[in-house]
C-alpha cells in the first residue's frame, strides 16, 4: 500500500474498530476482551503485519490493502505461517481492500498440486457504510468514508456531526483520520472539505485539507479575473488572498505578463 495511507491506517485500526472487525471476520468483537499484538514477525521476509489481534485465544490477522495485486495470496501464505510459528496457534486471516478501482486480479485462494490455501477477501466498496456509522467507536466512522453510499453528500454531513460529540484533542485527531484516509476516495474528499468549511468545527489544518483549499482558491481567483479582468490588487482585496499568490497563479495561468 501507498505510504500515504499506510500509516494513518495503520495506526487507526490499532484503536481496534470493533464493528469493522466484525464486517471482516463475521465475528463479534468484545473491545474489552481484544488486545492488540504488537509483537514483530521475524523478519525472514521482511514483512510487518498490519494488524494481529488475540480475542478471546483466537488470533486475528488483517491486511488492508489499496492496490489490487494478484500476489496478496502468496504475502497472506507467509503471514499465516510465519504467525502459526510465532503464537502456536493457526490465525484466522483476511484482506480488506481499500482501494478505489474494480477489484479484479486479488484472489482469496492459492492452489498448487499440493495445497489450497484460503482466506476472507473484503471489498469496502460493497460494504453498507452505515453499519459502521452505528458504532460508538470513532474509528469506526472514520473507516466508513470507505465503504457504500447511497447518498454521499447526506452521509458525509451525518458522518460529520458525528464527530461534533467528541471532545478536543479527539475530534481533531479523528477528523484528521479522516481527511487523510479520504484521499483513497478524491470526490469524497473535496465534499468533506466544503462541509468542513461550513461547520463549526476546528479542524488542525492537515496538508490534504490545505491543498484543497488553495486549489479552490486559484480556481476562483483565475474565473474572476477571466470574468472582470479586474486587477490583482483588486481581486486579493475582494477575495482576501495574499497579492502575491494572487499574481503568481495569474502568472502560470499565462494571464498575467511578467513585469
Excluded at 486475528?60 to 507467509?78: A, F, N, V
Excluded at 489450497?116 to 466498496?125: A, G, H, M, S, T
Aim: with cysteine; glycine share 4%; hydrophobic share 40%.
Amino acid at each position: 500500500m501507498s505510504k500515504t495511507y499506510d500509516i494513518p491506517l495503520r495506526r487507526l485500526i490499532k484503536d481496534i474498530p470493533v464493528h469493522f472487525l466484525g464486517l471482516v471476520f463475521n465475528q463479534t468483537f468484545d473491545p474489552k476482551e481484544a488486545k492488540f499484538l504488537d509483537v514483530k514477525l521475524p523478519k525472514l521476509f521482511e514483512r510487518e503485519a498490519d494488524l494481529i489481534v488475540e480475542h478471546k485465544g483466537e488470533i486475528y490477522h488483517l491486511e488492508l490493502q489499496s492496490t489490487d495485486d494478484p500476489k496478496m495470496g502468496l504475502r497472506m501464505l507467509y503471514y499465516h505461517l510465519l504467525i502459526l510459528e510465532n503464537y502456536g496457534k493457526i490465525p484466522h486471516q483476511a484482506v480488506v481492500y481499500v482501494g478505489e478501482k474494480p477489484l479484479k486480479r486479488m484472489s482469496p485462494i492459492v492452489e498448487t498440486n499440493t495445497l489450497r490455501f484460503e482466506y476472507r477477501l473484503i471489498d469496502l466498496n460493497n460494504i453498507d457504510c452505515s453499519l459502521l456509522l452505528t458504532s460508538n467507536e470513532p474509528s469506526d466512522w472514520v473507516l466508513s468514508i470507505l465503504c457504500r453510499m447511497e447518498n454521499e453528500d447526506r452521509t458525509l454531513k451525518e458522518l460529520l456531526t458525528k464527530f461534533l460529540s467528541l471532545p478536543q484533542p479527539k475530534r481533531e485527531k479523528y477528523l484528521n483520520y479522516l481527511l487523510h484516509i479520504a484521499g483513497l476516495r478524491p470526490k469524497r474528499l473535496n465534499l468533506l472539505r466544503r462541509e468542513v468549511e461550513k461547520m463549526p468545527i476546528t479542524v488542525e489544518k492537515h496538508p490534504l485539507f490545505l491543498e484543497g483549499m488553495e486549489k479552490k482558491a486559484r480556481e476562483d481567483v483565475i474565473n474572476l479575473y477571466k470574468a472582470t479582468r479586474w486587477s490583482p490588487e483588486k481581486i486579493a482585496k475582494v477575495l482576501k488572498l495574499p497579492l502575491e499568490k494572487v499574481k503568481k497563479w495569474l502568472k502560470e495561468e499565462g494571464l498575467l505578463k511578467e513585469t
